[in-house]
């Protein structure tokens, strides 16, 4: 597949995602570099959706360390149970947060993230790193985003 992506600027969220998913699973079938696949994911969530930071965070030893992003700079190490993504891989569960002022122990990497979204990324059951996704809006993020969310870290392979 050519490194282009068709994107949808008038349709709803479920349709954004409905034409984004078959794209990137184009861009990492064959690619088995990890690194490479985790960049692609998050330029092309971006570039659909503008959102303030899409990322991923690796576990490493015994903390979420910071992987493939687009956005401004980031925490670099995060650990387990500690603000949204901490506490995404402790319940290993995804985690949607309307107001990230009113989640106890958010970590503010940047005071213009106001919602977020984090989904676990799992291999053999357990929690090898999360997708963080940040938008400088309140109640940004919803059940339609964690389902599509989910489908696309559910694409890779570890």
């Known amino acids: 597949m050519a490194e282009d992506l068709t994107i949808i600027h008038t349709a709803d969220k479920a349709a954004k995602y409905q034409s984004l998913i ?3 699973e184009a861009l990492i079938t064959g690619e088995d570099d990890l ?3 985790l960049a692609n994911i998050c330029a092309a969530l971006k ?3 503008k959102w303030f930071w899409v990322g991923f965070y690796m576990v490493k030893n015994s903390e979420l ?5 687009q956005g401004p700079v980031a925490c670099t190490r ?3 149970g500690k603000g949204v993504c901490g506490a995404a891989w402790q319940q290993a569960e995804a985690l949607i947060v309307p107001d990230v002022d009113e989640f106890q122990g958010h970590i503010a990497c940047s005071s213009l993230s106001r919602s977020e979204i984090v989904l676990p990324l799992f291999h053999n059951n357990e929690v ?3 997708l963080d996704v940040d938008s400088e809006h309140v109640a940004h ?3 339609t985003d964690a389902l599509y969310l989910e489908h ?3 694409l890779l392979k570890f």
């Open 22 to 24: 078959p794209q990137i």
């Open 35 to 37: 690194v490479a696949n």
């Open 47 to 49: 570039e659909q959706f």
């Open 65 to 69: 360390v910071l992987g493939p992003f």
């Open 78 to 80: 995060i650990a387990k």
């Open 128 to 130: 090898i790193g999360v």
């Open 141 to 143: 993020f919803d059940e």
């Open 152 to 154: 696309i870290v559910n």
